[in-house]
């Protein structure tokens, strides 16, 4: 049926408006975490592969969570090491003479830290790792009074860190809390 409004060629009808609400090209709907679940436990092995590969090929992230998975879901204690050791050597790169430039780099490291956390999808591991990012940035001379935007990030983090403290069990809780009483003092 045609519209009762006439339309030029380019799609817009005479008085300036697209004649279509929205046009979205989606042409499968996506499948739920159970769907998923289900089908792939009627793939075999080989198959399970070749679709993990293929999926690694479509983005960076992907293939780190598999690269993960696979390399480093062995030795979690060693692998938060080395997400506290990258962090405090971005610390060093941090850009101090501007606080613009500052935000931004906190944040570039933030978003690592917390795309490595996800990875391990551990509550002890993102305390670990944002207890060790709020330490390095209180050492490190920034001064978070400057900034109202320094001093929300640094409290956001504070925040996070309880949260995760909140669901570990309680002699982790104890010693994590000791850490955290440290940074709180002095905000």
Not at 95 to 123: E, G, M
């Amino acid at each position: 049926m045609v519209s009762p409004v006439a339309t030029l060629s380019s799609g817009f009808s005479l008085d300036g408006s697209f004649p279509y609400k929205s046009i979205i090209f989606n042409p499968m709907k996506t499948a739920g975490i159970s769907e998923l679940k289900e089908e792939l436990q009627h793939r075999q092995a080989k198959e399970i592969t070749e679709l993990c590969l293929r999926l690694a090929r479509f983005k960076k992230e992907n293939k780190e969570l598999l690269t993960y998975m696979l390399f480093e879901s062995h030795n979690p204690e060693a692998y938060t090491e080395s997400i506290k050791e990258n962090i405090s050597e971005a610390f060093k790169e941090v850009n101090t003479t501007n606080l613009y430039f500052t935000k931004k780099n906190l944040r570039r490291i933030l978003r690592q830290a917390n795309k490595h956390i996800k990875y391990t999808s551990s509550k002890q591991t993102e305390a670990v790792v944002l207890i060790h990012f709020c330490s390095q940035l209180k050492t490190s001379g920034i001064s978070l009074q400057k900034s109202t935007a320094l001093n929300n990030i640094y409290l956001q983090q504070i925040k996070k860190i309880k949260a995760a403290i909140a669901a570990l069990h309680e002699d982790l809780q104890y010693d994590l809390l000791k850490e955290i009483k440290d940074l709180e003092f002095g905000i």
